[in-house]
């Protein structure tokens, strides 16, 4: 395996939304406009087929047709990370081998979910996804979707290993992130999961984020980044406050997805309605949005012309 190239990895990357057709489909030219929008934002990177992916909802076959298509139209510019992780190690191992074949940079997985599982289980199923690929491989920690917790001992057995180049952490805790930090060492990634303390997750020691909700205001996001990379906390500060405004907003409606999905549209990106069971906004819900995606816009406008004292 060749020597990784860790730079790439560091900065902002889109947890990229899944794109269906009228009758809910999985469309092909859909996914390849949401990525072109997020190549030509300036973000880092996409991360494919995870939460915000809704990757558990799609089938195998479902979840290659969005890496194919992503890999097609930004592969070449964009750093991908392929979310792979399935509830059974078959069917991971299969997604993390096409992964390969298409081209991504990286393969990342939670633990298998439903089933509550010992941590012998869940390196196991890690480690099939780690030894049927020559790609670097990030773990997913997000305890209150999968019911497992990351202890520091495996993961300090994980980390070991020299596939094993970090962890996208999406549990509340600064202290757990800079821990996992501390236990992997200078040179593994951790990649901030909560997208409403992306300053806090990169002072404490993440090397950059994975968010979801990154998807509807990228712009924002690398704001912060930029104001962090240049020692104006202070300015980076100002714009995650308006960030969790929007973030609060967002939580407000049935579903997060549905909303996000919603304010794209009204950019005249169409990637369909969320997959049941996440529900899409209400018909009496169309007036708020209009008015959410107007500040959003509002926001980019002042962070793209105004800097803070």
């Not at 081209?103 to 780690?130: E, F, N, T």
């Not at 300090?156 to 202290?175: C, F, H, L, N, R």
Request: with cysteine; aromatic share 8%; glycine share 8%.
């Amino acid at each position: 395996m060749n020597r990784i190239n860790r730079e790439k990895f560091k900065g902002i990357f889109v947890a990229m939304y899944s794109c269906y057709d009228q009758n809910g489909e999985v469309s092909y030219e859909r996914v390849k406009k949401l990525a072109r929008y997020y190549a030509d934002s300036g973000v880092k990177g996409l991360y494919v087929g995870g939460s915000s992916g809704e990757g558990m909802l799609q089938t195998n076959e479902e979840r290659k047709l969005v890496l194919g298509a992503v890999m097609e139209e930004v592969g070449k510019e964009l750093t991908i990370i392929a979310h792979v992780g399935s509830p059974s190690t078959k069917h991971s191992v299969e997604l993390a081998k096409h992964a390969e074949l298409a081209g991504a940079d990286a393969i990342s997985a939670v633990p298998a979910i439903y089933y509550r599982l010992s941590p012998a289980s869940v390196k196991q199923h890690w480690q099939s996804m780690i030894d049927s690929t020559d790609l670097p491989f990030i773990i997913y920690h997000i305890p209150q979707t999968t019911g497992f917790h990351l202890s520091p001992e495996l993961l300090k057995e994980m980390a070991a290993q020299e596939k094993v180049i970090g962890v996208k952490i999406s549990s509340e805790s600064t202290y757990e992130l800079q821990q996992f930090k501390a236990i992997g060492g200078e040179d593994f990634l951790v990649f901030n999961g909560p997208d409403e303390q992306y300053i806090a997750g990169r002072m404490i020691g993440a090397d950059g984020g994975i968010g979801g909700t990154y998807g509807v205001m990228p712009e924002l996001f690398l704001k912060i980044e930029q104001c962090f990379q240049e020692g104006n906390i202070e300015e980076a500060r100002h714009w995650q406050y308006k960030v969790n405004d929007i973030i609060s907003e967002l939580l407000s409606y049935p579903s997060l997805y549905g909303a996000c999905k919603a304010i794209l549209k009204l950019r005249q990106i169409d990637c369909g309605e969320p997959r049941l069971p996440l529900l899409p906004i209400r018909k009496s819900d169309e007036a708020s949005i209009e008015r959410l995606n107007q500040k959003i816009l509002d926001y980019i406008s002042e962070a793209k012309s105004v800097r803070v004292r």
